[in-house]
């Protein structure tokens, strides 16, 4: 898990030193008293903004039962929290819904951030 955790990080590192890649963020879709979010939180809030991926892919909040902000497409409905979105360019590219804990979160996190750098199927 480590090394794929550092060749990772290299490959981002690369990836937005050698060329303009689009924009990515991660949407995180949250509410009060949700005690996934909170685990979450205790987790990987706090370290996220310092990882390869917290700086390839910066953390935006919204709260599920606010009106969703205009600037971002999503796929489908958003029905739960935590969920996880993957946004390029500010379209969605992929999502995991609920929080399957810091192990299982790292490496889907990983998955999605390929997807991002892949090019896109015709």
């Not at 599920?64 to 958003?78: G, K, Q, S, W």
């Amino acid at each position: 898990m480590f090394l794929r955790r550092v060749l990772l990080s290299a490959f981002l590192l690369l990836s937005s030193a050698l060329s303009a890649a689009a924009e990515l963020s991660l949407v995180m879709v949250e509410e009060d008293g949700c005690v996934w979010c909170a685990r979450w939180n205790d987790e990987i809030a706090h370290i996220y903004p310092k990882t390869p991926e917290g700086q390839s892919a910066p953390l935006r909040r919204i709260d599920i039962h606010t009106a969703l902000p205009e600037d971002l497409t999503f796929a489908r409905r958003l029905s739960f929290t935590p969920t996880f979105v993957l946004m390029q360019d500010n379209l969605e590219i992929s999502r995991i819904e609920g929080y399957p804990g810091e192990d299982f979160f790292w490496g889907l996190l990983e998955k999605m951030l390929e997807k991002a750098d892949s090019p896109p199927l015709n």
